[in-house]
Structure formats: C-alpha cells, structure tokens
Nanobody
Framework: VQLQASGGGLAQAGGSLRLSCKVS????????MGWYRQSPGNERELVAS???????AYADSVKGRFTIYRDNVRRTVYLQMNSLKPEDTAVYYC???????WGQGTLVTVSS
C-alpha cells in the first residue's frame, strides 16, 4: 500500500490550499481515510476523516474552514483548506485509518 500526498506550499492568511493523497495497493473505497498534521514541538493531531460512505469528522480547530472529500474512482482523498491561519502551519499527513499506512507528509506554511 502506498499513499502519495501532494499540494502543500505557502499561502497567506485567509488563503486556500488543497491537499491530495492518492492511494494504491488497497481497496480504497472500503477504507476510512484521515488527514493529520504536526507542527514543531507538538504531537501529531487528527484534522479530518472520511469513511467509506463519505461520513466526515473534523477537529474543532478546522471546522467550517476545511473540507475532506474523496474520489473513489481516482482513489484519492482531498483536504480543501480555506481561511487559512498561521496556526495551520504544519506538515500534513494522510493516513489509511486503522492501518499502519501513512503518506510521506506535505508542508503547509501560512504567513500572516
């Protein structure tokens, strides 16, 4: 199983970025997928998750600003991040929930 994350970069506060995570080697449509993030000195935290039937959940810190969604045909899970804040700066990781499989991480930097 491989997870390939992309889409990080530099954004200004109030801006938007979209992260993508393409999955290969598993039955993608059956798996719950998640996005985590980790900033320096902090533990990795779950930002958002989406089940096989598209039920979503979000950390309080991103509710109303981030949207997780999936395309089972493209085997890809996305994280649309709007109204970005400097505190969203972190390395973002996708994960196949309930397994040991992680993406490689993509850096998001939000400037004030």
């Amino acid at each position: 199983v491989q997870l390939q994350a992309s889409g990080g970069g530099l954004a200004q506060a109030g801006g938007s970025l979209r992260l993508s995570c393409k999955v290969s080697g598993s039955i993608f449509r059956l798996n719950t997928m998640g996005w985590y993030r980790q900033s320096p000195g902090n533990e990795r935290e779950l930002v958002a998750s989406i089940t096989s039937n598209h039920t979503t959940a979000y950390a309080d810190s991103v509710k109303g600003r981030f949207t997780i969604y999936r395309d089972n045909v493209r085997r890809t899970v996305y994280l649309q991040m709007n109204s970005l804040k400097p505190e969203d700066t972190a390395v973002y990781y996708c994960k196949q929930m309930g397994t040991r499989y992680w993406g490689q991480g993509t850096l998001v930097t939000v400037s004030s």
